[in-house]
């Protein structure tokens, strides 16, 4: 079929023939937009049918040489300034082949699109339509010949100038164009809406705050012509129903999910496949279902969100996160195309589920997330995904670890054990004073046995199991011990009043060790984030903070993240990184001092001169994993290094209120050699190290350590401010104190210490 284009020539003698040709041999079947514009004020002079329909302005296709319509006045998002500089970029270059004859080697102006949005009022729907405009069939010429701009100019060697200084040049009005500018386009509006809503889902802090779960139903209910938005999450076991339409947005919350069998909800997450109910009043199984059926929705389409396993074998699903629904009005709503359409959104509807409900999950940190849009929009586009990689990254990884907290919660835990006990043999006692049964001997008689055992000691299965037992053996018998005498019937109540909490059992030690440990924790997670944002402004980087008995961080800067990196910004982040857990020790120092704390906290730096490369992997929990055999084993010293032992006495080579440096080759130490020397002058650590080789641990062998003192912060000055500690270094003119190196606790003479700094 021949191409409109064939016939553009002949606009200006015979516009009755194009018209004939729009109208009758066009492809008035096919879904591709077209309008001829005026270029001097983009009016419609004509239009085919496609274009009609999505933009409203007539029902069929046709002449519009009469009518007053301006292309952009239909769409709802493109401005005057964006208009002019498209005119501008399209009339530029036909400006220099027809007046100048320089003729562009390639037409890509053809090939740039542009997305806007037509607004059709009676549906009040948004449809987003990308467009193309031609225009190198356009003829320039100039009604002013002794206006020359670039009279001047020699074209030969200026040529290369940015056109955006050359066009500041032209008298826009010295310029007339002949012929008839081409628009084509396409309605995109699945693909567009697809984009946005992995934009929305990627960014957003949580997807269930009101005014993102607004705008995320709009643009889901959009998407696939549907009503009713439900989204169905499991948070510790108990199921929450979120059901939003047009109107209203209510919460429900059911009992577990594998209390219904039949449910089309269990059956989707057990298939892990998107999941279609064709007539909702002919299937609805259970309570879910009817419920929805009473809201209005006639068919529905269950998307399943798994955590994807990282060995996954075929069959196999991750645990489930929880269930997206489309509810439509009318049966047999839902088609393949909705199907594919919530595949593609699985990956970034999965990352917003699990953030906002508390999953472990790194979010999407600013350094990096520019990949993740970027990554988003090519799926949106229809594009094969990529992996997400920074390669020739450097890692800094770094610790605070909470000494000796596992055997103080055990013993929280003991301690609440042998009282609730306790309190159960008294009541037992009570019980056989009122009336000896044999039965009621034995049960003493356990007890006693079980407090035993409890009291010389625990296991970590003593928690549950302790529990189970007296729920089993003595709690079920609380109505027959009522009947006991006043006595029994007073123990009843008081343990009843000990156990009256959210754990429904005696939990007081353990309230008391869990304090302690997030108010330590709290502290801990401040004082890094205020580093953390200093740090950020020396360099954007990727960082990530886990908590659990202690902290712990991992650092990744290079190129790859952010471009304008250089070893000054490296060496700035690995000294920064140094204060910073120097910092930390002194917050430590200061609860202990102030509270009474019996928790002591060691702090560790995992030197790693080299390079990693990182991926985004889907079928993990974690934002990124190292990639390759050697990257692999900076991992594995991650897991393992602050269990290590000093090789020469057995010693932990992390200790309470000191700064552990774990390095492979001399280089590395030598670097950070001179970071210890700035500590020192700034007052941060003590110029004594110790030192030594870590002992053989699986599949590591050769890393050493050296060690030194945080001291604590002056009187006059706690927990110094990093923008203070920078006023005092400045105003510091003194020396350097000499920094000894120490091995076994002896100290080496000042004159050795370059002999054997050397050696390090």
Request: charged share 25%.
């Amino acid at each position: 079929m021949a191409s409109i284009q064939h016939f553009l020539p002949k606009l200006e003698k015979s516009p009755d023939a194009i018209m004939e040709y729009w109208l009758t041999e066009t492809e008035q079947q096919s879904k591709l937009l077209q309008a001829v514009l005026d270029p001097h004020n983009f009016k419609i002079l004509y239009a085919n049918d496609q274009f009609c329909y999505w933009s409203g302005i007539a029902e069929e296709g046709g002449d519009f040489r009469d009518q007053d319509f301006c292309l952009f006045d239909l769409f709802a998002d493109f401005e005057v300034e964006t208009q002019q500089a498209l005119y501008r970029r399209h009339i530029f270059p036909l400006i220099l082949r027809d007046i100048y004859g320089i003729e562009p080697p390639q037409w890509r102006l053809s090939d740039e699109p542009h997305v806007v949005t037509f607004y059709n009022e009676v549906t009040e729907e948004k449809h987003y339509i990308q467009f193309w405009l031609r225009s190198e069939h356009l003829r320039v010429e100039r009604i002013d010949p002794e206006l020359d701009e670039f009279g001047e100019m020699d074209w030969e060697n200026q040529v290369s100038l940015p056109s955006q200084l050359l066009e500041e040049r032209i008298q826009w009005s010295n310029y007339r164009v002949r012929g008839q500018l081409l628009w084509e386009g396409f309605e995109i509006t699945s693909q567009e809406t697809i984009k946005r809503l992995m934009d929305l889902l990627i960014s957003c802090e949580s997807m269930f705050e009101q005014e993102a779960f607004c705008d995320f139903g709009d643009q889901m209910r959009s998407l696939f012509h549907a009503e009713t938005l439900a989204i169905l999450s499991l948070q510790q076991g108990q199921v929450q129903f979120l059901i939003c339409n047009r109107k209203q947005l209510d919460t429900y919350h059911f009992s577990r999910l594998d209390e219904f069998p039949c449910s089309h909800f269990l059956r989707a997450a057990e298939g892990n496949r998107v999941w279609n109910v064709p007539n909702l009043e002919q299937d609805h199984p259970t309570v879910l279902e009817e419920y929805l059926l009473n809201k209005g929705c006639c068919s529905l389409l269950l998307i399943p969100l798994r955590l994807p396993l990282s060995d996954m074998e075929e069959g196999q699903a991750g645990q489930l996160l929880g269930v997206v629904a489309m509810g439509s009005q009318r049966p047999n709503n839902f088609e393949q195309i909705d199907a594919c359409h919530a595949e593609e959104l699985i990956p970034a509807l999965r990352m917003a589920l699990r953030q906002a409900t508390g999953e472990k999950l790194a979010r999407v940190h600013p350094a990096v997330e520019w990949r993740f849009r970027q990554e988003a929009e090519r799926r949106s586009l229809g594009m094969a995904s990529e992996p997400i990689v920074f390669t020739q990254v450097y890692p800094l990884y770094g610790m605070s670890d909470i000494r000796g907290s596992s055997q103080e919660r055990n013993r929280a835990v003991q301690e609440d054990l042998v009282t609730q006990f306790r309190l159960a043999l008294e009541l037992v006692e009570s019980a056989l004073e009122f009336k000896a049964i044999a039965f009621l001997v034995q049960l003493k008689l356990d007890l006693l046995a079980y407090l035993e055992r409890i009291q010389g000691g625990i296991q970590v299965e003593d928690e549950t199991t302790a529990l189970q037992y007296l729920r089993q053996h003595i709690e079920v018998y609380f109505d027959y011990f009522r009947q006991c005498g006043e006595k029994a019937e007073r123990q009843v109540r008081e343990y009843l009043d000990a156990c009256g909490n959210e754990h429904l059992c005696i939990y007081t030690s353990r309230d008391r060790y869990d304090q302690q440990i997030n108010q330590l924790n709290r502290h801990l997670r401040e004082t890094w984030e205020k580093w953390q944002s200093r740090m950020q402004d020396i360099f954007p980087h990727y960082c990530d903070l886990q908590m659990s008995d202690g902290i712990d961080h991992m650092i990744y800067v290079g190129s790859s993240i952010h471009e304008g990196f250089s070893p000054f910004h490296l060496h700035s982040l690995r000294y920064e990184q140094l204060r910073a857990l120097c910092d930390c020790g002194r917050v430590c120092f200061e609860l202990r001092d102030r509270y009474g704390s019996d928790f002591e906290v060691s702090h560790l730096i995992l030197i790693q001169g080299d390079t990693v490369d990182i991926f985004h992997d889907e079928h993990t929990e974690r934002l990124f994993d190292v990639m390759g055999t050697r990257d692999t084993r900076y991992e594995i010293v991650k897991k393992r290094i602050d269990k290590g032992f000093d090789s020469k006495d057995g010693t932990r080579i992390t200790q309470p209120g000191m700064l552990t440096l774990v390095y492979a080759t001399d280089g590395e130490w030598s670097e950070y050699h001179q970071y210890l020397r700035y500590l020192v002058r700034e007052g941060w650590v003590s110029p004594k190290i110790e030192s030594g080789t870590v002992e053989a641990l699986p599949g590591l062998t050769g890393l050493k350590f050296a060690r030194v003192q945080i001291l604590p912060a002056p009187q006059d000055s706690p927990t110094l401010a990093p923008e203070e500690d920078l006023e005092e270094l400045n105003e510091d003119e003194e020396e350097i104190p000499p920094v000894l190196l120490v091995t076994s606790g002896e100290e080496i003479p000042e004159e050795q210490e370059e002999e054997q700094s050397e050696e390090f």
